[in-house]
Structure formats: structure tokens, C-alpha cells
């Protein structure tokens, strides 16, 4: 279980800009094999939050609890996908995929077939011997879900996973992460600014708004499980049409107050930079 | 499931090979086929003591090897390249590392570093000279001073440049400080640090003969001295030739070193690089 209790993060001051209160007052919790999405505005520092739950960078105020342990730096419960992938170009699949388990000093023969196992689940068979750079987004990301899963974590971090690829290769992998979390039914925080992304894959959306960020709002997702196999009709429904549009009525007023605010501000002072 | 990407080809099928390095090689082959066939032109049509052809040279070349003085300075020249060199490769990625990964090492050398690249690293001959004498030490803080600074600072961009989404990976799978740095910095790293010893290994070149020739004449800088003085310029130009053919091998070796460790590059980017790093003087 992840509990964010009263979170808070300030970027100092940098030079002439004034401190940036990032996250403020941010309550969270995800249950043991929750599948919690995050959706916000970009610059809502939800990308922020998901990096201190990793403990990557640290915090000013409150408490990252995870297991009731508090969070003082990266753990081998939790396992990060990143949005630019953050594979080694000069390693093979295979080794990317092995690569959390030989930083955990597995011996090779062990962790190579561990990690031949990970590459048939995300679908790469044959390609295990190729570099990261002659492979597609999609599949690239599909290795970086793989080394994630390769260390077998409690917990999955996934920072936009998808929003550098292509609309065609990102239903298709949503489609498989279903099917590997429903499966594996790991904890997952899943960052995304798709409406849609965020509905079909999760169990409850936190909406977060932007300056500070915080959540807004805790939206569940009562669509039925498994949706591996129903996504077409899933986003055919009624319901998760009525989901996503709570959503983007909430979204789109956050951005029409931020849009207010920077122009009142910028018309009755200085123009803008 | 599904796998949406096709297989991607080899980009060079190896029955290939041979055939596009000879289409490779052909424009060079070309370019200095004509440069020689304009050289010998020019200097037979102006007929002057000091530009000697190239049949001409190539003879005195020939003359010289035969009286076995190439060789032997050549023994002596290498030794002094390989000494000085591997001193400045090993030195200057060293301290290229720290200044690379710690910002107050790099705030504290930084000028040091650019102030001795680009002074003329030959006004530094007399000093080495009145330190060392005329011993093999002068010669080879010559090479040093020429080859390590741009090591260092080709070092230290490198280590500089390497992605902190790496790096932040690394961390977030629990890797050891030392993990860091030899799975991730270090290989990352490598592809700008070859840059560098490339661009070292030419100067480092330069470097011998200027300090043969200003410092112990010995090796083909003496050979270089003798023949002046004589105004022999076929044999000043044979020389250079091979000091040219030296500096290209020696240049190739780093290269093929290169390809065996940073192989994953492709090849586009291994092109891109040797711009990147660019040496003043």
C-alpha cells in the first residue's frame, strides 16, 4: 500500500525566478494491486510525485509511507517505466531487460533466463539479441515493461508510458498492460494526460490541478474486469463516455481559469516575456 | 500478442563489404591521385630547388630507407608517440572524469585546461629543455603538453553529456555508486572520449617531431634538422610523408579500438561525432 500523507515540494528560487510551490498538501492512497491512474494538466508536477514515490528526488513536507515504511530513496519493491524509455543503447534486449537483476548481482545464466521469459511476455521473442536503436517505440517501451517486471516489484511507476508513441502502437500496448496487470495484478501509478488512458486502465483516476498541484479530485472507474479482451466495447459504452466527459469538464476548467489568470495578470502588469 | 514493428534489416549485408569499401575508398583514391599528378606538374614547370616533384621525393625516400636512417629514427620516434601518448591518454581521461563529474574539480581547472590548450604548446619546449636536458623526459612532456589537454576536456564533456535519464534509471533500479559509473557512465561516455583520443593521437604526432626537432634531434625530427641544413628539401618532404603515413596509422589504431568498444553507435552519429569535439590548433 502507497500512502501520501500532507505531501508538499517547493523548486527553490533560480536566480530571478521566485520559488515554485510544485505539490501542496497532496493526500493519496493506493491499495495493494490498485491500478490508480493520474490525470492532470501538464506542469501539475504529477510526474514530480510519481519521482519522489520513487524516491528519486526528495520532499519538503508530509509523508511517503509505502508498506507503512517511509520512503527514503529507490527500493527493489518498486520498479520504474519511464516516458523516454531510459534503455542502455549499447546493451542488447536481452541484457536491457536483465539489467535491474545484474544491478541486484544475479549471476548471468540466472538472470538471462529470467529475462528471456519477461521478453516472450511482452511479445519480443527474436528480437532479444538487437539493440535498443533498431527497434520501434513501441517495442522499445515493451523492453522497458519488461526490465520493470523483471525484478518482479510490488509496485509499478509508470511515467507516461505511452506518450511518445504513436495513437496505433499506444492502443495496442494498452491493451497488453491489461492483460499483463490483470494477470499479475501488481500495484500500478500510471501518470497520464490521455482522458481516455486513464479511464480504460484504471481503477480510480486521481484528478490533479495544477499550482500548486495537488488532487482534485478521486474519480472510481466502476467498469467491469477483465478489459483486456472488451476494449473496443468498453470505450463504446455509456459509462466510460460519461467518465471521461466528468473528466474533461473538470480539465477543461482548470485550463480556462489558469488561462483567466495569466491574463489578468499579464494585462493589468507587465507584457509577457 | 502481437508484435507491431517488422524485423529491422542489417543496414550492410556482409557480401557487400568489399564491394562499398572499394566505392568508399574511390573518391580518396581520386583526390590524391590528382593532388600528386598536380603536384609533380607544378614543381616541374617551376623547376625551384625547394619544391622538389614527387617522383623526386619519392626517390629520396627510397634512398633514405635504403641507408636504413628511416627505420631507425622511425624506432625511435614511435617509442617516443607510444610513451607519450598512453601517458596523456591515461592522465587526461583520468582527471577528464573528475572534472566531468564533480563541478567544483571543473570550476577549479577549467581555465587551466583551456589556457594551456590553446597556447602554442611548443613555447614550452626551452622549459622542458631546461628541466630535462637533453634526455628523453623533454621530448615526452612535449608530446604530453600537446595531446592532454584536448583529452581532457573532450573527457570531460563526455561525462558531462551523458543522459541523466540513464542515470536516473540506474538509481531507481538501486544501482551502487560504482554501478553507476561502470554500467552506465563509463560506456555511455565512451563514444566522446575516443573523439578526444583521436584528436590527442594527431597532436600527439605533431608533437614528437616538434620536439625531436627543437629539443635532442633524434628520430625523424633529427632527420628533418639534418636535411634542412643541407636545403635537401626532397628529403624534408619525404620525411613529411612519412610522419603523415605515421600520424594516419596511428589515428586508424585509435579508430579500430573505437569500433570495438562503442560498435553500438550507428554509424550516422560515429560520422556526426568528430565534429562535435573540435581541436584549436
Redo the contacts between chains.
Keep these: 500500500m502507497i500512502e501520501l500523507i500532507g505531501v508538499a515540494k517547493t523548486f527553490p528560487a533560480r536566480g530571478a525566478n521566485p520559488p515554485v510551490d510544485a505539490l501542496k498538501d497532496v493526500n493519496l492512497t493506493v491499495g495493494d494491486g490498485e491500478f490508480l491512474t493520474i490525470l492532470g494538466p501538464s506542469g501539475c508536477g504529477k510526474t514530480t510525485l510519481l519521482r519522489m514515490i520513487a524516491g528519486l528526488i526528495p520532499w519538503e513536507d508530509g509523508d511517503i509511507l509505502i508498506d507503512g515504511r517511509p520512503v527514503t530513496g529507490p527500493g527493489p519493491e518498486r520498479a520504474l517505466v519511464f516516458q523516454s524509455f531510459a534503455l542502455l543503447p549499447w546493451a542488447t534486449i536481452l541484457d536491457n531487460v536483465a539489467f535491474g537483476l545484474e544491478l541486484r548481482g544475479m549471476p548471468r545464466p540466472k538472470r538471462q533466463a529470467r529475462a528471456m521469459e519477461l521478453i516472450e511476455l511482452v511479445g519480443l521473442s527474436g528480437f532479444e539479441s538487437r539493440l535498443p536503436g533498431q527497434l520501434s517505440g513501441g517495442m522499445q517501451q515493451r523492453v522497458g515493461l519488461a526490465r520493470a517486471l523483471a525484478v518482479d516489484p510490488q509496485i509499478l511507476l509508470m511515467d507516461e508510458p505511452f506518450g511518445a508513441l504513436d495513437e496505433q502502437t499506444r492502443r495496442l500496448l494498452q491493451e497488453e498492460l491489461l492483460q499483463i496487470w490483470e494477470a499479475t495484478r501488481k500495484t500500478v501509478v500510471f501518470i497520464t494526460h490521455s482522458m481516455e488512458e486513464a479511464v480504460l486502465l484504471g481503477d480510480r483516476v486521481a484528478l490533479m490541478g495544477p499550482r500548486p498541484g495537488r488532487v482534485v479530485d478521486l474519480v472510481d472507474v466502476p467498469l467491469p474486469r477483465p478489459r483486456a479482451s472488451t476494449v473496443d466495447a468498453i470505450e463504446g459504452s455509456e459509462e466510460f463516455a460519461k467518465i471521461t466527459a466528468g473528466l474533461w469538464r473538470r480539465l477543461r476548467e482548470m485550463q480556462l481559469f489558469r488561462r483567466h489568470a495569466a491574463e489578468g495578470r499579464h494585462s493589468s502588469s507587465e507584457p509577457a516575456a | 500478442?502481437?508484435?507491431?514493428?517488422v524485423?529491422?534489416a542489417r543496414p550492410h549485408p556482409p557480401r557487400f563489404r568489399v564491394a562499398q569499401l572499394a566505392s568508399a575508398a574511390a573518391p580518396a583514391t581520386i583526390a590524391l591521385g590528382i593532388g600528386i599528378a598536380l603536384w609533380e606538374i607544378a614543381a616541374r614547370a617551376w623547376s625551384q630547388p625547394f619544391f622538389p616533384p614527387f617522383s623526386a621525393v619519392v626517390e629520396r625516400l627510397v634512398e633514405l630507407i635504403a641507408e636504413g636512417k628511416i627505420l631507425a629514427s622511425l624506432v625511435g620516434s614511435l617509442t617516443n608517440l607510444a610513451i607519450g601518448f598512453t601517458v596523456s591518454a591515461v592522465v587526461g581521461v583520468g582527471v577528464g572524469m573528475l572534472m566531468g563529474a564533480y563541478r567544483k574539480v571543473e570550476m577549479a581547472l577549467d581555465i587551466y585546461v583551456y589556457a594551456m590548450l590553446t597556447a602554442p604548446s611548443l613555447v614550452f619546449a626551452p622549459i622542458f629543455f631546461a628541466i630535462f636536458g637533453l634526455s628523453r623526459l623533454s621530448i615526452l612532456g612535449v608530446i604530453i603538453v600537446y595531446s592532454i589537454f584536448i583529452i581532457i576536456i573532450n573527457t570531460a564533456a563526455a561525462i558531462r553529456g551523458v543522459?541523466p535519464?540513464?542515470i536516473?534509471?540506474?538509481?531507481?533500479?538501486?544501482?551502487?555508486e560504482r554501478?553507476l559509473f561502470f554500467?552506465?557512465i563509463l560506456?555511455?561516455a565512451l563514444p566522446l572520449i575516443f573523439a578526444g583520443l583521436r584528436l590527442g593521437m594527431g597532436r600527439a604526432v605533431k608533437g614528437t617531431i616538434n620536439g625531436e626537432m627543437f629539443i635532442t634531434a633524434v628520430g625523424l625530427g633529427a632527420v628533418v634538422i639534418s636535411a634542412g641544413r643541407r636545403f635537401d628539401a626532397a628529403a624534408v618532404l619525404a620525411v613529411l610523408l612519412v610522419i603523415i603515413v605515421v600520424a594516419l596509422v596511428a589515428i586508424k589504431l585509435v579508430q579500430l579500438v573505437d569500433a570495438r568498444l562503442?560498435g553500438?553507435?550507428?554509424s550516422t552519429a560515429r560520422q556526426g561525432r568528430a565534429g562535435r569535439a573540435s581541436s584549436p590548433g
Design positions: 500478442m502481437s508484435s507491431v514493428a524485423k529491422v543522459s535519464a540513464l536516473e534509471m540506474g538509481r531507481s533500479y538501486c544501482a551502487t554501478q554500467k552506465i560506456p555511455a562503442t553500438w553507435l550507428p
